[in-house]
Nanobody
Framework: QVQLVESGGGLVQPGGSLRLSCAPS????????MAWYRQTPGKRRTLVAV???????NYAVPVQGRFTISRDNANNRVDLQMNYLRSDDTAVYYC???????????WGQGTQVTISW
């Protein structure tokens, strides 16, 4: 069964940067959107950034100007470059992929991002 494999989480000080990466473990078919979500304890999972197959991107307001999502379509990989990190960016970050046509959705296992001194 194909899984989304995430990497790049960790602990960083406020103002620092992290880069998250996600790719499927095997062949997955045509991808429509690739996205990153995040979730903190007791709250629902929310969209951080999404990259569509037509090249369009969209960002949540709190991360605009600080985060950049990018896709490598040849390798079905999606990265999230996070700069000027703040304590309220602390969360578990999840990769999300939606397939073209079927709408089948895949989720990564989540990677912890902690912003703290």
């Amino acid at each position: 069964q194909v899984q989304l494999v995430e990497s790049g989480g960790g602990l960083v000080q406020p103002g620092g940067s992290l880069r998250l990466s996600c790719a499927p473990s095997g062949s997955i078919g045509g991808i429509d959107s690739m996205a990153w979500y995040r979730q903190t304890p007791g709250k629902r999972r929310t969209l951080v950034a999404v990259a569509f197959s037509n090249g369009a991107t969209n960002y949540a307001v709190p991360v605009q100007g600080r985060f950049t999502i990018s896709r490598d379509n040849a390798n079905n990989r999606v990265d999230l470059q996070m700069n000027y990190l703040r304590s309220d960016d602390t969360a578990v970050y999840y990769c999300n992929v939606v397939l073209r046509g079927t709408g089948q959705t895949y989720w990564g296992q989540g990677t912890q991002v902690t912003i703290s001194w």
